[in-house]
């Protein structure tokens, strides 16, 4: 019999799950910004829009010119290792806090140039070294 060929497995992330009730995720989005770079966003000021998410997710295709924020607090189902990845179209990083405190965050990935939406493996720095979570404990995430 011949022996079968392994199937080799590309590594992605789960799509997001839903927010637990013990987390709240914030999509701030502000209009008329220009240039790629992640400084120009301005996060001191009002964002034009503003909502709830229900995954850690910012909408696709909403046009040229903004920039965006996506902050919150995630739980952890069970203690663990976790692995965390990002996505998106010109600049990002990802900030994860060692608790509630959004002044410990770390930057745990980042994207410097465009990725397509969900393509989570076209540059290593998209994606995070395990980190070790405690269940049931809220941490920052940004």
């Known amino acids: 019999t011949p022996t079968p ?3 080799p497995v590309t590594e992605e992330p789960a799509p997001s799950a839903p927010v637990a009730a013990s987390g709240k995720i914030t999509h701030e ?3 008329n910004v220009h240039g790629s770079s992640l400084s120009v966003i301005p996060v001191t000021t009002a964002p034009t829009k503003k909502a709830e998410l ?6 696709a295709n909403v046009g040229d010119t903004y ?13 663990g290792s976790y692995t ?3 996505a998106s179209d010109d600049q990002a ?3 994860l806090s060692t608790s509630e405190d959004p002044a410990k965050k770390v ?15 076209k540059y290593s720095s998209q994606k995070s070294v395990a980190i070790k979570l405690e269940a049931g404990k809220r941490y920052y995430i940004e």
Do not use: C, H, M, N
């Open 5 to 7: 060929t392994p199937t």
């Open 29 to 31: 989005f502000w209009a």
């Open 54 to 59: 229900t995954i850690f997710e910012a909408p």
């Open 67 to 79: 920039g965006q924020r996506i902050r919150g607090y995630v739980t952890a189902p069970a203690t």
């Open 84 to 86: 965390f990845w990002i």
């Open 93 to 95: 990083e990802l900030y």
């Open 107 to 121: 930057k745990v990935a980042s994207v410097s140039e465009w990725t397509d939406a969900r393509q989570w493996t």
